[in-house]
């Protein structure tokens, strides 16, 4: 009897695992901020996903490359924003659901608590401090193909 239930884990552990990957994968790719000034491309790491700033509306600030000058740490000010690690693990917590993870915004050198959804082809990111109902939500679209890095 516990080799049959023992089976019947493992088969249902095979059956749920490429749908949950499957859906990881939705979440993947090149990411328009709402406010339409830059490009995450979320990407996996290990087993949870990331995203980096790979495209910037205005990439040159005061003559030079734009920098994290908001950044709180006085040793980050000076690093390029494109490249920039901008959220980070995101673990799926259901089909098109992630969470616990966190979300960098170099316009005021915070970093977030945050979730994502997938809500068709938008993607909704809540950054938040304490608990998810402190905080704000942001809808991303699929960037344009056409948007080269920065």
Known sequence: MRVSILGLVVLSLAVIAPSV?????????????????????????ADKLCGKLVWLADPIRDGATAVDRNNKDAAQKQRPLCGLMMLG??????????????????????????????????????????????????????????????
């Open 89 to 150: 693990d995101f673990r799926q917590l259901e089909a098109n659901r992630w969470g616990d993870g966190w979300i960098y915004s170099p316009e005021n050198g915070k970093t977030y608590r945050a979730n994502m959804t997938l809500d068709g082809e938008l993607l909704k990111l809540r950054g938040y401090i304490g608990i998810p109902l402190l905080g704000e939500t942001q809808t991303w679209t699929h960037a344009d193909p056409k948007l080269k890095g920065c």
């Open 21 to 45: 990957g499957a859906q990881q994968q939705a979440a993947l790719g090149r990411w328009l901020s709402e406010s339409g000034k830059g490009v995450v491309e979320i990407y996996p790491c």
